[in-house]
């Protein structure tokens, strides 16, 4: 990304996405026989760079892309020991393969500002890539701008199996996860330079 690109005299501006000040994460959701003794489990993904840029003012030539290290997922559940020890094997093993892929990214081909009000509430629209799959995807969000840093908020779903992602189980297929995961964030970005 450029920090700067003039057009028709107004230049674009870039905020930088903070991690250890913003909050990201995956819910999956248990079924199967055994599901009422499992887990939900919540993921945590800590490790991300990027960022947006757009001309002040008028949002235009809007443009996000983030770069996620999914080598660095981690389970926030309070869960055994060794429960916790098979969930993480299976999501870097089977689920992730972050031997093979280490990073996820996303990248917008549009943004459309929906509300003016603040917060903005924005529509956005790009390709999602995920072991080593890459897919259409579009989400809506909310951003508040306080000049020197932005706060996006929101909430999204996808399918493991779009990205050809088999969904873990457990006890011979008792306890499943299902195939919709849950994305929830809360990022913090900061004005570059």
């Keep these: 990304m ?14 930088v996405f903070e991690p250890s000040v913003s909050r990201f994460t995956v819910q ?18 800590r490790d991300f760079d990027g960022g947006v840029e757009f ?19 981690e389970v926030l559940d309070e869960m055994k020991q060794n429960d ?5 094997d299976e999501m870097f093993g089977s689920v992730l393969d972050v031997a093979h892929f ?27 890539t995920l072991r ?15 000049d020197t840093s932005l706060r996006i908020f929101g909430d999204f779903s996808i399918l493991q199996s779009d990205y050809g992602i088999r969904p873990v189980s457990f006890a011979g297929g008792a306890l499943r ?8 964030f809360e990022i913090v970005a900061k004005r570059d330079g």
């Design 2 to 15: 450029t920090t700067a690109a003039a057009t028709n005299g107004l230049s674009t501006v870039r905020y």
């Design 28 to 45: 999956a959701f248990a079924t199967g026989l055994l599901s009422a003794f499992g887990h939900n489990p919540t993921i945590a993904i």
């Design 55 to 73: 001309i002040p003012g008028t949002y235009e030539k809007a443009f996000v892309r983030m770069n996620v290290n999914t080598t660095t997922f």
């Design 84 to 88: 916790r020890e098979k969930l993480q």
């Design 102 to 128: 280490s990073r996820a990214m996303f990248e917008s081909n549009r943004i459309e500002v929906q509300s003016q009000t603040t917060p903005l509430v924005v529509n956005i629209d790009g390709q999602l």
């Design 132 to 146: 080593g799959v890459t897919h259409p995807h579009g989400f809506s969000a909310r951003v508040s701008n306080a």
């Design 177 to 184: 996860l299902k195939d919709e995961l849950k994305l929830k």
